[in-house]
């Protein structure tokens, strides 16, 4: 029994320091919920920045428990986690990229819950859109956010038209 507890552990670390290819930076925190002997449970705002599209940078404000589940990373977080993407720079795009990549990826619980931030592209509107939601083998969470980057000239540059850039 120990054994199986070991390996369902071992795989499991495996699986969270895998499941982001960057790591987000943390902006600050904010205490939402007050507790007297443990951690207080926050508000956390990271930010993000695409790995395939220069110049685009997201920040997600998501939940983080406190208290003493949430002290070992055993709590299972929430899915209300809000998103916003912006230009921060001159758009250049690294590679293709299909509709739904995943841009960022993160365990919410010790197995089975992850969010994730996908990308996809507006061509009529010429416009990236970035939706986070969570989801879980069985029974995903319909709580999400949305957020649209237009691309615009930045100084003298035109901007790429991100339908040019679909795996299609």
């Known amino acids: 029994m120990l054994a199986r507890i070991a390996l369902a552990l071992a795989l499991t670390m495996g699986a969270l320091t895998?499941?982001?290819?960057?790591?987000?930076?943390?902006i600050f925190k904010k205490s939402t919920v007050w507790r007297a002997l443990t951690p207080d449970d926050k508000l956390a705002i990271y930010g993000i920045?695409?790995?395939?599209?220069?110049?685009?940078?997201?920040?997600?404000?998501?939940?983080?428990?406190?208290?003493?589940?949430?002290t070992f990373g055993v709590a299972e977080e929430v899915s209300d986690?809000?998103?916003?993407?912006?230009?921060?720079?001159?758009?250049?795009?690294?590679?293709?990229?299909?509709q739904g990549d995943v841009v960022f990826s993160e365990r919410r619980s010790l197995i089975f819950k992850k969010m994730q931030i996908v990308r996809g592209c507006d061509a009529k509107r010429n416009?990236?859109?970035?939706?986070?939601?969570?989801?879980?083998?069985?029974?995903?969470?319909?709580k999400n956010s949305t957020s649209t980057v237009p691309l615009m000239p930045w100084g003298t540059e035109v901007p790429p038209k991100c339908g040019e850039w679909l795996n299609k």
């Open 127 to 142: 416009t990236l859109v970035y939706m986070v939601y969570s989801d879980r083998p069985i029974e995903g969470s319909p």
């Open 81 to 98: 986690i809000s998103l916003s993407c912006r230009q921060v720079g001159p758009v250049k795009f690294k590679q293709k990229f299909g």
């Open 49 to 70: 920045d695409d790995p395939v599209v220069d110049g685009v940078a997201c920040h997600y404000t998501t939940p983080e428990r406190g208290g003493i589940s949430g």
């Open 18 to 26: 895998g499941a982001a290819a960057q790591e987000p930076d943390l």
